[in-house]
């Protein structure tokens, strides 16, 4: 079974940076997306930043020329450095990974996520 382990997160005065990471275990093969989603209160779960097994960045209107996210030294890991963060930017923010197989023709896509991580940006 995948876990999805993320350390980083806390408060920070508005802008600020913060670095949040992404380590995956449980799994030997190699994960095709890795990103994270946030949470603010009252308010649905948007992708932030993700990046694919092949070197594919997407990221949220939002958060472009701020927020860089990239591969870990440690195969399945993802960085996402977090610069000039706003009030707007608070949110838990949750890991999530991708892997997706074909079996008898068929494919499947299976989700993986990570508990969160609280980001308070705030003076």
């Known amino acids: 079974q995948v876990q999805l382990v993320e350390p980083g997160g806390g408060p920070v005065q508005p802008g600020g940076s913060l670095r949040l990471s992404c380590a995956a275990s449980?799994?030997?093969?190699?994960?095709?997306?890795i990103g994270w989603y946030r949470q603010a209160p009252g308010k649905q779960r948007e992708l932030v930043a993700a990046?694919?097994?092949?070197?594919?960045?997407n990221y949220t209107d939002s958060v472009k020329g701020r927020f860089t996210i990239s591969r870990g030294n440690a195969k399945n890991t993802r960085i996402l450095q977090m610069n000039n963060l706003q009030p707007e930017d608070t949110a838990v923010y949750y890991c999530?990974?991708?892997?997706?197989?074909?079996?008898?023709?068929?494919?499947?896509?299976?989700?993986?996520w990570g508990p969160g991580t609280q980001v308070t940006v705030s003076s």
């Open positions: 999530n990974a991708v892997r997706k197989v074909v079996s008898s023709g068929t494919p499947f896509q299976y989700d993986y």
């Open positions: 449980g799994t030997i093969f190699s994960l095709d997306v």
């Open positions: 990046l694919t097994s092949g070197g594919i960045t």
